[in-house]
């Protein structure tokens, strides 16, 4: 088969599996609403001094949380871990980690954030464990444990793979992907990502009959690795908690290029989780809303990985190095949107109504977006109005509502020096509270904390950003309100790019919802700029958000004339 030809096949199969399964977006209603907070909870807040945030800690805060308007909470995972990549490496699913507390604590941070209003969601590392965990030690033994089968032991490399490398996008895996072992039981293993993260088994979605080790998709240890997530899914939702972001969703089925498989594994599980858990969300980190919404996964990120990605806008490479030349939220007003402007628009036509994609404003994996010469107020409110006036669900990541700094130079803390971006660590600094010792964080020394707090005097703080008005923190809380008030601006809200996508500064878009509208002005350049777009037929054109000095905005019979001042953002509400 010809290449394009497969890229239909794929898209015809795909389109049929989500027929059968999704017509609409069946995620519960108050996922329509939502607006995410993501902690790192050893960063956090540490409320008993060893130096690591932990889950009094974040209860201690939750108050300042939800006055920033945000209304769910996203952790990075909290279980037992070896932590040699940051608690992605389980040792035990069912409890957690003593660093963050005890199970009975997760118990009172759900019922204090939902005391407040604040749902809780947690991280679902579905595709791999630690290589400590008793399951693999136990599936290393030999095949006939319960846990045998759980993991992937092939007995040899075969050549068509001897010297290929794992495929980044298709997840087609490689030489890479075999880990040497000295278990007796098999020489090697197959890994997810780093080589103590044996990968669970899902099964290949095309076993090859010369590869034992390969099995189908519905042979007995895959399914048992599919209930066994259920478990894990009923354990903790069963203790107050409102759902999961997984880790990797689309990685589980080896060698499935179309995702066919991924998608059906996700299907089953997903399928049980509505019916038991209606009120429960699922998200992906897929990076592929059609794929993973045919799948089930009510939301997905549009981020630095994968094909589907906004990396030109912020860094203009996948692994998210920070190229402040070329990427488009750059003052250098040199970037373009055209390559994000496709990928996104195929995306969000392909899902309206079916699941929601997510441009979260950042991540434990990428930089912040205070890096390099991104670093004023002014640019970061252009960068804060983009993320919460885009539809679909907002992710806040703890720090960047204060403009927190990208940290350089940090060693390899628990794994951080992945293998696309290499300094995590920078985006893991703890959280900036006051301006007492270590900034709030810890009452700890410098040596014991996770990671060092931003030296910098002027370092942003949530005390300090309380007080001014003009603060990010404050402009943050604007633009949440502006969007709790208003359908257009909602998730659901309609999306129209109204100025060229070819001539990108200032970006002008459309938010609309029947006669409730929006204009978002977004100029990140540092020159001033001028545009007319198809007029837009406005009596009046009331400034709600951004910069009331620099722009203006003047409707005209055929045409609207747009005036941006340099590095600013305006929101205008359009009767
Ligand atoms: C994606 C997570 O976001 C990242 O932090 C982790 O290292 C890998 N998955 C492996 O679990």
């Not at 981020?303 to 030349?325: A, C, D, I, R, W």
């Not at 020159?527 to 198809?534: E, F, K, L, N, T």
């Amino acid at each position: 088969m010809k290449k394009h030809s497969i890229a239909i096949f794929t898209a015809l199969a795909v389109a049929a599996i989500s027929g059968q399964a999704q017509a609409k977006n069946d995620a519960p209603e108050w996922v329509s609403k939502a607006v995410f907070y993501q902690i790192y909870p050893s960063s956090f807040k540490d409320s008993n001094g060893d130096g690591v945030g932990d889950i009094q800690g974040v209860i201690d805060k939750l108050d300042y949380i939800k006055s920033i308007g945000v209304n769910t909470l996203w952790f990075n995972p909290m279980f037992s871990s070896e932590f040699k990549d940051g608690g992605y490496d389980i040792t035990d699913f069912y409890s957690i980690d003593k660093r963050f507390g005890t199970n009975a604590d997760f118990k009172r941070l759900v019922e204090e954030a939902h005391k407040r209003g604040l749902r809780v969601c947690l991280d679902l590392v579905a595709g791999h464990t630690s290589d400590q965990n008793a399951w693999f030690l136990e599936s290393k033994k030999g095949p006939d444990q319960r846990y045998s089968d759980y993991y992937i032991w092939p007995d040899r490399i075969p050549d068509d793979v001897k010297g290929k490398e794992k495929d980044q996008i298709s997840g087609v895996i490689g030489e890479d992907s075999f880990v040497k072992t000295d278990s007796g039981r098999s020489p090697f293993y197959i890994k997810n990502y780093y080589d103590s993260q044996p990968a669970l088994n899902y099964g290949y979605a095309n076993p090859n009959p010369q590869h034992a080790w390969e099995q189908p998709i519905d042979a007995p240890g895959p399914m048992a690795v599919r209930r066994e997530i259920e478990n894990i899914i009923a354990f903790w939702m069963d203790k107050g908690a409102d759902g999961f972001r997984v880790d990797m969703a689309s990685s589980v089925v080896k060698n499935d290029p179309g995702k066919l498989a991924s998608i059906k594994v996700w299907q089953d599980i997903s399928s049980w989780y509505k019916a038991k858990y209606p009120e429960g969300v699922l998200i992906s980190e897929w990076s592929n809303p059609k794929e993973s919404s045919a799948a089930g996964f009510n939301i997905d990120f549009m981020m630095h990985t994968g094909k589907y990605n906004f990396s030109s806008l912020f860094f203009n490479k996948v692994g998210g190095e920070f190229e402040p030349q070329v990427s488009y939220f750059a003052k250098q007003g040199k970037g373009q949107i055209k390559e994000w402007y496709d990928l996104y628009t195929e995306q969000y036509n392909a899902t309206k109504g079916k699941s929601y994609i997510s441009l979260p404003t950042g991540n434990h994996d990428i930089q912040r977006l205070n890096a390099g010469d991104r670093n004023t107020l002014d640019q970061l409110k252009v960068t804060m109005t983009f993320f919460l006036t885009m539809p679909g669900t907002p992710f806040i990541y703890y720090g960047d509502e204060i403009g927190m700094k990208f940290q350089t130079g940090l060693w390899n803390k628990e794994g951080s020096q992945g293998r696309a971006t290499k300094n995590r660590a920078g985006s893991r600094t703890p959280m900036q509270w006051d301006d007492s010792k270590n900034a709030g964080f810890s009452t700890a020394d410098y040596w014991n904390l996770y990671l060092p707090v931003d030296k910098d005097a002027n370092r942003p703080t949530v005390a300090k950003e309380d007080k001014d008005p003009a603060s990010l923190l404050n402009y943050t809380r604007q633009l949440l309100t502006l969007r709790k008030d208003s359908p257009a601006l909602s998730a659901d809200g309609d999306w129209k790019l109204v100025s060229d996508v070819n001539q990108p500064y200032p970006m002008v878009y459309l938010r609309s919802s029947g006669d409730d509208r929006y204009l978002v002005v977004l100029n990140p350049s540092e020159q001033p700029r001028d545009v007319s777009v198809a007029a837009l037929k406005v009596k009046t054109a009331k400034l709600v958000a951004g910069d009331n000095i620099q722009g203006s905005y003047k409707p005209g019979d055929q045409s609207d004339a747009i005036h941006a001042g340099a590095i600013s953002a305006q929101v205008y509400k359009l009767d």
